[in-house]
Structures are given as C-alpha cells and as structure tokens.
C-alpha cells in the first residue's frame, strides 16, 4: 500500500510539471521565440523530457530534436497558449544527430500528429543516416498505417509520410519566415553533428546541439539574440569515474569552458539545456557560466519560452 502510495504521489508531481503554464516570458505570437521541449538528457527524469525544442515564429513552428515526450510536450504547450504548437501544425524538425536521446521521438512525431489530422508530410531535415532511418519506421508502422487508411478511421492521404532531407554545412532550409543554417560541431566520435541558426525578421537564434567547445558556435552566433547551448558541470564531473570523465571532455561542454565561448560569442541570451548535472544544482552549472560570462543566463526547464 506505501509503494502504491509513493507512486500515486510521484504521477501526480509529473502531471504538475508536464501541464504547468510556460515560464521565462509570456507567449506571443507576435514574436520569434524559443519553446523549450525537452531539456533533458538519456537520464530518464520524469520532469525532463528528451531533448526538443521549437522556434515559433508567426504562428509557424520548426522544431529541432525529437527526444522522448516531444509530441506531448508540445501539447502541454499548446495547452498553455502556444497555438502553434497544435499536433497539425507539427510539420518539420531539424535533428542535430542521430544519437537515441535525440530521436528516440521520432516515430511519435512522424505518427502521433497524422492521427490528429496533419495533412501534410513531416519534413525531417538531419545529417547523412537520417533518410535510413526514417525509411525503417515508415516501414515499422506499416501495418498501423495500413489499419487506419483502410478502416473507418478519418485519416488524411500523406499526414504519415516522412520526407528526409540529408544535410551538410549551409543554408539548408529557407521560407518568408526563417533561413536555417546548419553548421557543424565536435561531438566526440559522432562523424556529423550539427547545429542550427535561425535568422527571422526579429532575432537571431543559434542552437549548438551536443558538441564540445566548438568555434563554429561562436562564429555562428557572433552577438545572436539567443543562444541554447548543453551544459554539463564541472564541479560533478570531477566525481565521475576516469572513463566517464574522457567521455564528457571530449563530447561536451563543461559549465566554465560554456562561459569562456558565450564571453567570444557574446549572445543577448544564453540559454541553458541538456544539462548533466549529476550531484549539482541547476543554480550551481549557472555559476559555473557566470564566472566567465557576464550576459544574462538562465537553465532551462521544460516549457520555459524565451
């Protein structure tokens, strides 16, 4: 009964972070802003889904990543004002790599959306290995779209097709809303990993992605409105066993090496996400940053607009 008990307890604490309205500031369609997702890594933490955000611009959303939870994170987030966000209107992602974390939402996006009525097709832009990919889920779920196109099921014609879209260094995608920049970045053994710049008609947002301290993120946002960029603590790191700590080093970046870039870079905003975090605290990784850099941060959470 004290184990049904706790649990009862702990679905009820989730329920209250995944439905919370958006913090940072108040949505405004009106406005390029940054709908954060997910902020979290493969460490399965309920308050944190996988990482996934979305740049709303106009009523028009571009996600990038689809970790776990991103379809119902962006309902959370229509639910407390982000219109954009209605599943028909979830029509393109960018993926930064094609680690599991990254992607592990993918079939949710590509499916989830179609049986609520997108009628258009999923464009998925991402590095070399994202056309594979998205050529076996189709062909998973072939039986589920076979079921819903031929039985009684309202369904619109191509709302399931996923339409890949390899990428390299560039311009990669561009409407009268945005131009989408891709540029590589030094995840460790990762062969192409990228991050994105998005240039609107108000602000400038450069996502890094995973990456270690990378020049390309500098040259990238050189002054930009906004920069989201993965965190992990140096303080922590310093506990972690030798073979983890060769990991982390080389793969991503550490709260004081975060500062020294973003003093380069210069963002308006520097954006925190992805946080390994370990034994810190969110306000711990924060001061790490702030040693070096004397911009305005803030650690994101689930839901935060900016």
Not at 74 to 83: D, H, K, L, P, Y
Not at 137 to 144: F, H, S
Not at 182 to 197: E, K, L
Not at 270 to 287: D, K
């Amino acid at each position: 009964m004290r184990r049904v008990l706790l649990l009862s307890v702990l679905i009820a604490a989730c329920s209250r972070t995944v439905a919370r309205a958006p913090a940072g500031v108040a949505y405004d369609p009106a406005l390029t802003q940054v709908v954060m997702l997910g902020t979290g890594t493969p460490n399965p933490d309920p308050a944190h889904s996988g990482p996934a955000l979305a740049i709303v611009i106009h009523g028009a959303a571009y996600l990038v990543d689809a970790g776990p939870g991103v379809v119902r994170r962006a309902a959370a987030a229509e639910r407390a004002g982000v219109a954009a966000l209605a599943q028909p209107n979830l029509r393109i992602v960018f993926i930064t790599h094609l680690h599991s974390d990254h992607t592990l939402g993918l079939p949710d996006l590509i499916f989830s959306p179609w049986v609520l009525q997108r009628r258009a097709p999923l464009d998925v832009y991402g590095p070399p290995g994202i056309a594979a990919m998205t050529d076996h889920l189709e062909r998973a779920y072939a039986e589920d779209v076979r079921i819903r196109t031929t039985g009684g099921q309202p369904h619109t014609d191509s709302g399931y097709v996923a339409r890949a879209h390899e990428i390299d260094s560039g311009v990669v995608y561009r409407d009268s809303n945005v131009t989408v920049t891709a540029f590589r970045v030094d995840h460790g053994g990762v062969r192409d990993a990228f991050g994105y710049r998005f240039v609107t008609r108000d602000r400038t947002i450069v996502v890094s992605g995973d990456t270690r301290p990378t020049d390309a993120v500098v040259t990238q946002c050189h002054g930009c409105d906004v920069l989201v960029h993965e965190v992990y603590s140096l303080q922590a790191w310093r506990t972690l066993p030798p073979e983890w700590q060769r990991y982390h080093a080389i793969a991503h970046t550490a709260g004081a090496d975060l500062g020294r870039l973003a003093a380069r870079a210069g963002p308006k905003l520097l954006i925190l996400t992805h946080g390994l975090a370990w034994t810190a605290t969110p306000e711990e990784i924060v001061g790490e940053v702030r040693r070096h850099f004397a911009g305005r941060v803030v650690y994101a959470n689930d839901l935060d607009v900016y």
